[in-house]
């Protein structure tokens, strides 16, 4: 595993115009400053390891040539002016219409990339009662300038269309697709597309797990984890970020996997312009239904229930009889 080290509040005499930074005429150099940003925690291994410390406290995943890894320095970085204290650069931001109104290839994605919105019908079980909930759920297909592929599938919780959220497939370079699922778990699927690996049955006890990402809430600033390829975005690389919430459990009314839910999804870049991109996405539900609530399952007798039934039995064959006696 290649180990990514940094050291935080890092000061960087450089001249800006070779960074490619575009913010008005700069004379001379500018000293900047490399920052972290915040992120939750990242517990790693299996379910019975995520009671321990977390591995990660920003929120970060980097690729390290052959896997999503992540150790306890990890942090997406970017660059501050250290005479103003802010961004060097800001993102330009394009919201990804998340209609069912507007379908197929989208227009008006920034060039290099192709985003795919589609319908996708699917059910979840109900977490109680035996019954099960069905979808009709907007899904996007992210597809980057090297080929490599994100699929982005809307999910409900039985609480209503208003209550959306994702559930992330990233394919890598390897040929392999890690998953962000539910609330969220991560999982590494081998061998396998992004459609491929949604078809999968998730396995909280399975050997695919890698780890859980269970921030969510206030600050805001920790809810949030960030995938970071050559660097970051920020650096001049690329990012997957995800950003969490937390759902009143109360209205988690489907089978969970965790805590938090991932409620947006953005693809960040620099562009051939060195100026800074992102492409945002929010999950959206067409229409929520449940099952009957006469489909549920009778419940099962206990012991005692069954010998209350059998004595009701017996009592009212004696009564039967005495009546037939009455009668002769």
């Known amino acids: 595993m290649m180990a990514r080290k940094l050291r935080w509040g890092v000061l960087l005499p450089v001249a800006v115009g070779v960074l490619g930074f575009a913010g008005g005429a700069v004379a001379g150099t500018t000293q900047i400053?490399?920052?972290?940003?915040?992120?939750?925690?990242?517990?790693t291994g299996s379910r019975t390891q995520w009671t321990t410390?977390?591995?990660?406290?920003?929120?970060?995943?980097?690729?390290?040539?052959s896997l999503w890894v992540t150790n306890d320095t990890a942090a997406h970085m970017y660059f501050t002016d250290l005479r103003t204290g802010k961004r060097l650069q800001e993102y330009t931001v394009t919201a990804v219409d998340s209609s069912a109104s507007l379908l197929g290839l989208l227009p008006g994605i920034p060039a290099g990339f192709a985003v795919t919105k589609t319908l996708y019908s699917y059910s979840a079980p109900a977490s109680a009662g035996g019954r099960a909930y069905t979808y009709?759920?907007?899904?996007?297909?992210?597809?980057?300038?090297?080929?490599?592929?994100?699929?982005?599938?809307?999910?409900?919780?039985?609480?209503?269309?208003?209550?959306?959220?994702?559930?992330?497939?990233?394919?890598?370079?390897?040929?392999?697709t890690t998953g962000i699922?539910?609330?969220?778990?991560?999982?590494?699927?081998?061998?396998?597309?992004?459609?491929?690996?949604?078809?999968?049955?998730?396995?909280?006890?399975?050997?695919?797990?890698?780890?859980?990402?269970?921030?969510?809430?206030?600050?805001?600033?920790?809810?949030?984890?960030?995938?970071?390829?050559?660097?970051?975005?920020?650096?001049?690389?690329?990012?997957?970020l995800l950003k969490t919430s937390c759902f009143d459990p109360a209205s988690v009314r489907t089978v969970a996997l965790g805590t938090s839910f991932v409620t947006v999804f953005s693809a960040m870049y620099m562009d051939g312009n060195?100026?800074?991109?992102?492409?945002?996405?929010?999950?959206?539900?067409?229409?929520?239904?449940?099952?009957?609530?006469?489909?549920?399952?009778?419940?099962?007798?206990?012991?005692?229930?069954?010998?209350?039934?059998?004595?009701?039995?017996?009592?009212i064959g004696f009564d039967v009889l005495r009546r037939i006696r009455d009668l002769a």
């Open 33 to 43: 400053h490399v920052e972290t940003e915040e992120g939750g925690d990242i517990h």
């Open 274 to 315: 060195n100026q800074l991109q992102e492409l945002r996405f929010a999950p959206a539900l067409v229409s929520e239904s449940g099952a009957a609530e006469g489909s549920e399952p009778i419940p099962a007798l206990g012991e005692w229930g069954r010998l209350g039934f059998i004595l009701l039995v017996v009592l």
């Open 53 to 65: 410390e977390p591995q990660n406290t920003k929120g970060t995943l980097f690729w390290n040539g």
């Open 136 to 176: 009709s759920a907007i899904q996007y297909e992210v597809v980057q300038p090297d080929g490599t592929r994100a699929l982005l599938r809307s999910r409900g919780t039985g609480a209503g269309t208003g209550q959306a959220h994702f559930d992330v497939y990233v394919e890598d370079k390897a040929g392999n």
């Open 181 to 240: 699922l539910g609330d969220p778990v991560w999982f590494h699927f081998v061998g396998m597309t992004p459609a491929q690996a949604a078809a999968q049955t998730p396995d909280l006890g399975g050997s695919t797990v890698r780890g859980s990402l269970p921030t969510c809430g206030e600050p805001t600033e920790r809810a949030r984890y960030w995938m970071d390829m050559n660097g970051g975005s920020d650096m001049g690389g690329f990012t997957y």
